[in-house]
């Protein structure tokens, strides 16, 4: 089975209901899923109390070894530990939604041991990482924290629409490489200054009771991921022109409530998002321009807006992507949401 298959989420399963076997009957009984509005507290405590007694290895970040692998590693604050840093101290945190349930919010934590030279990605980016995927979960005493479920040893590139949503949130607050790859005289390649960091996810923004088939993670798992972000590049999930992020039309940071044409296709999933007949890519303006080093950067047009730009170190030119909507009646709505052209 792929490694992938446990970081990416099952985007069109919403489990409502989970099962158990009973010799009753016709052998299984239906129970419904926690209340996610009573399940997010529990599960943000959970983690708390996690944070409040285990430290990581801040002081091997501070003061590299030598062949340091800048890899987090978590202990318990106990014996000859009990001075350290606890990580509730290091972390910091956000609120974000349910994608499920309205209303409901969680705690989002997450740890930035190295911030990374580069620059942060976008929630719709695609990113060159490696990590480590295990879970916490205090009611199972057969399924401890110490039980890795997923990593990837060497990098490995995700789409974040495309995985738990509490790793989609967290990836956005760290930063890549400034440089790229480079390719060492051996054949490997490595990456400088790239961010290292965690992110820490209640069980609603994570499987919650769908997780993948075959993984042993319990349901209601908290997970925690811990990372080395190298690349980050600009989704087009749709192959519409439009980049994903400049799709979220209500600017919240969630691709999948944004369906202009509510055909039930989130726009950056549609590729004629007004759905009058006429795909999306011809009702605006993609265009590209290469630049050598020295060459000034090109007067754009009083429409038209850099999307993505993106430097070659073979070449040492650089590729400006721009998007220059069309608006033919003049009514402010771009041509590619407008359905009466």
Sequence with gaps: MKKSVFLLSIIAVLLFTVFSCNKKDDGVTFVPARDRGEEAPVSVAIIEEYLQTHFYNYEEFANPPANFDYKIKFDTIAGDNANKIPLIDQVSSKTVPDRVADGVNYTLYYLNALEGGGQKPTFADVVTLRYEGRFLNTEFTLSPYSSLFDSAASP???????????????????????????????????????????????????????????????????????????????????????????????????????????????????????????????????????????????????DEFEVNSVYNESTMETTITTLEYKDANGDGLPDYLDSTL
């Design 156 to 302: 490995v590139s995700f789409d974040l629409t495309a995985v738990v949503n509490g790793f989609q949130d967290g990836m956005i607050e760290f930063k890549t490489s400034p440089t790229g790859p480079i390719t060492n005289p051996d054949g490997t390649v490595s990456f400088e200054n790239y961010g290292v960091g965690a992110v820490f996810i209640p069980s609603g923004l994570g499987y919650y009771v769908s997780p993948p088939n075959g993984s042993p993670i319990p349901f209601y798992s908290q997970l925690i991921f811990t990372f080395q972000l190298y690349t980050t590049r600009v989704g087009d999930q749709d192959g519409d022109g439009i980049p994903t992020f400049y799709e979220d039309l209500n600017g919240n940071k969630i691709e999948e409530d944004d369906d202009t044409d509510n055909d039930g296709l989130p726009n950056y999933f549609d590729t004629d998002d007004d759905n009058d007949g006429r795909p999306t890519i011809q009702e605006i303006t993609v265009r590209e321009y290469i630049l050598a080093e020295g060459d000034p950067y090109p007067e754009l047009g009083a």
